[in-house]
């Protein structure tokens, strides 16, 4: 391989990075913009810690989990050490054609906090602050990178016969983050309020602005996440995949339009927020294996199975303040399945092999994030008081207001 | 070309095309914060969906309408066939120098939905959502596309004796989007109170901090509107582009700072605001023949112009509540004559030409918007009622607000 | 060099140049989000004026300044003349390796403005907007590219026996707005009811979200900021660089939020957010020298040195509303010191060059920020009047709302 190619390859794995990390933002935006005002600050406190969170212990920890090197290869879980080694020939295209070790690193990282990232979305406005970051260094530190060496790590999932495929992580980043949120908001219970015994009441998000930005942020850093994940600048294969992701997105805003319009009567913009993340979401595990016309009916289901999903945990009484279960473990799911559904790969024994892939990452995360969960839930406590849960978390858990010169409605 | 070469080439237009897709959440933001609260969630709805119907539009008819290939070479409609067809070679700089046959449609795709966003900030506040969606599936899908093919797509504009110039689209992409926005603030009327008996009333955005956003995003993405217009990762050319477009943008702030100053004695920030996008206008259409000296000046009278046309559209009540005339139609006429009048291609042929293209691009594309709102208006009626607009659409179309955690002022 | 790589690296130094540019948007929305609703177009308009100043006055005076060529190499200060004159083979690596002069005067013109960014926010809520115009337009235009010139043009601090060393502008870009920021924040004067005989009373930001998201803003352009300075795509310095960016930034998220919560008990947003900057701008002096583990410790001292910071200026009552002083002016000291202390060129002669460019560049910039603000203060005044205060100065500078829908809370 030529200096050149590697530079360039190397090149757009970076802005794919900063794409990625973008996303952050995004997520912080759509999350804050779906919750009321007044739990505001603690959103936007977790969101900003989290990827900071991501960052130190993918460098302590995570990577070396992630990728343990040939020894581990094919088992359940291997380690290569505390901290990061530069190995022989890091910056050139003997350690990889596509990047260098750092930007190998850096990438990787970018994506290791989105776990945590979804779940804070699922338990906002009643957890706790303290024991969601004792849970999301635990998870973003251990079960993700545990997971991610599966399949990407060159894990029991990659070798299997016909083996697992998830292109960016519609299951490995998106399913991993959904698990952990349903066993999270299942723990903590609804918020206040929000069944009644006279029905359901909707809590609407406070600021439609904030969350608006957040789904575009989240929609533009998808092209870094999907279009990174080829690990070059391959010009035929980041481009299809620029293709995929764009009109799966679009299409999933008109799945969700079409179908909230016909269940609510009214344009819901939440749904078609919604509903362009599950069609991303859905995409992302075969973003480079499908042509226009497939992404675009993957996109439209995801984006129509996000208001049935919504609509289904409201009646089971799993409050999940954004929707984040519905987005990325129901659009997780389902993207995984529809690499055995459609494109290059479809066939049996494929659709096999991704259940196969979703039933063990679900029985581990689930299983993981539920004991994390409940060991915290007996010990210090996930669910803060009465009384704070009604006046605010940022009041009681931050000492300060997102908002202090405005007046509040009530 | 080396295979080298050709990626670059084609990994730039990429990163151009995610910079344009972000213009949109910048559109977005700045319609929303130039207009009421009680009308927020209905310009992020429209806006949100502007680039989904823009992306499957444009998949579906309308990139073989813009590029229907050689058969329809210098005419004035062609089309090359439903969905999109992979050529021979699509990934190599056998379909393109610059990019790959994907990166083509999705760079362009970007380009489509933007025709709608602009009309949207000038019926903004009053028009049903229903007909502009409606509006917006045609004059993008249709429209724009037979346009572009007329100048981008080797029509007749660009088959002249001394072709008509338009870089990346101060008249095939602003002023399409600007004659109709003309034409449906005409047809709908001015926001209920905007004029009185008394006088023009001032009708403030609510929301300035979203607007700066917008501006910023807006400026931030034409970096890949205008720099991606180069079409390869040409040095020189790309980085005189950036030098042109960054100028212009800085130089139109001046220009409206120092007009709306001498005309109202005070710093308004909308003014300015609108002064950058209108200065990023102008320079479009010639960003690659302009020096920097140029670029100040024409920059400067983009800014200028928009005071004047802001002061002169209220004078007639045609009420624009975001000021997308102003900036795009008038800011684009200016931009395409100021070809013929600066640069590299000044000169009198040039100035002819510059206004045949406009002449022509406008009569059709206000015609057929017109048509369509017409007939729209004599239809399904384009305008909410009275009782709706006074409450906002928000609650009324989309049965939610905004911002439901705060007190409103009156 | 092959034309290719030459591509590359021109490519890379492009997209830095609109990383660099969108922080200024960080910058305007952290700015915003931490002072009062009342002063918020008056923030947002300086910090959309003052990329435009940037950009002109570098244009017309400033890069000439910074880069005058080689005979007044060594010395305090050249000028090549006004405007810009292309000079041969401008657009190939006969001018440069990793860059067109295009790329090179609007990668750096980026850079410019930041210096007047950091000041606005330590004068917000108090200060005229004529004289901070005028003020801005000499510093930006004549102090920063003087003071430039110094270490990246060539100067007496990079021809010194031990050079003075910072990389990508601890020193050279974030203390330079620092120590202006000291000078106007102390000629101004604390605001009104800030430190009353009782106590300081905190003055709490008005939109957290908006804070929130000027950080991140940030800190993805940061990645250009400190990218870009490599000065070309290399891939083993970039990426390297990019991981010591984010590892300080993230750990000075912890450092930050570790000192306050012992400081204060509770988790204060706005220190976390802060502390982020303060490792990015500790960083940023040695980004491609350091290792993972010492980027961590250069991060989380900065983090925690911006929480003494903020109490000590308050302690001597120098009223900065947004913390800019500690995170600019304490964090690039920290930043420009800690390559003496850490990394590949630490050393006890490399610790007095940086305490020599640390001292002179801030006797410079102090005096000459001082002299003239003091000059503007003697003469037309600096500070806004009491009732305008009190009042907002977007009522009374723009006679306008940043948010006229939404009730105020007293």
């Known amino acids: ?86 190995p022989e020939g890091w910056d050139s295209s003997n350690y990889n054609a596509g990047y260098t070790f750092y930007t190998d690193f850096i990438f990787q990282a970018m994506f290791a906090a989105t776990a945590a990232t979804i779940v804070s979305g699922a338990v906002a406005e009643r957890m706790k602050l303290g024991p969601f970051i004792f849970f999301s260094i635990l998870y973003v530190g ?8 599966w399949k990407w790590g060159g894990g029991f999932l ?110 819901d913009i939440t749904m078609v927020l919604n509903g362009i993340l599950a069609g991303l979401v859905g995409i992302t595990a075969g973003a480079d294996q499908m042509g226009v016309g497939e992404s675009a009916i993957i996109g439209f289901i995801g984006g129509t199975l996000v208001v049935f999903a919504v609509v289904f945990f409201d009646r089971i009484k799993i409050d999940d303040p954004v929707g984040a279960i519905s987005v990325h473990l129901i659009g997780g799911i389902w993207g995984t399945l529809a690499v055995g559904l459609f494109g290059n790969l479809a066939g049996f024994q494929q659709i096999i092999s991704q259940l196969i892939g979703i039933g063990i990452v679900g029985a581990f995360c ?31 858990e931050h000492s300060m207001q997102a908002y202090p010169d405005f007046a509040s409605k009530d």
């Open 1 to 86: 391989m030529t200096q050149e190619l590697f530079t360039i390859n190397n090149l757009w794995m970076m802005v794919a990075t900063i794409l990625v990390f973008i996303m952050h933002l995004g997520f912080a935006s759509l999350e804050a913009g779906l919750t009321r005002a007044k739990n505001t600050v603690n959103i936007l406190f977790k969101n900003t810690l989290i990827p900071a969170i991501g960052l130190l212990s993918y460098a302590f920890v995570g990577f070396n989990l992630m990728y343990p090197g040939g020894d581990f290869a094919g088992g359940f879980m291997g380690f290569a050490g505390f901290g990061l080694a530069l």
């Open 142 to 149: 251990l079960c993700y990178p545990i997971v991610g060496m």
């Open 158 to 267: 990659q070798t299997m016969a016909t083996p697992f495929y998830d292109f960016a992580g519609s299951t490995i980043v998106h399913s991993v983050g959904g698990w952990a949120a349903l066993a999270g908001a299942f723990l903590l219970g609804p918020r206040l309020g929000k069944y009644t015994p006279t029905g359901m009441k909707a809590i609407p998000g406070h600021n439609i602005p904030m969350a608006t930005i957040g789904v575009f942020l989240l929609w533009f850093g998808w092209f870094g996440f999907n279009g990174g994940s080829v690990l070059t600048a391959d010009p035929g294969t980041v481009s299809l995949v620029f293709v995929t992701t764009a009109i799966a997105g679009a299409a999933g805003a008109f799945g969700a339009l079409i179908a909230s319009y016909m269940k609510f009567k009214t344009y």
């Open 366 to 396: 689930f299983g993981s994030s539920w004991l994390i969960f409940f060991a915290l839930k007996k010990t210090v406590g996930i669910r803060v008081d009465e009384r704070e849960e009604l006046e605010g978390l940022d009041i009681n």
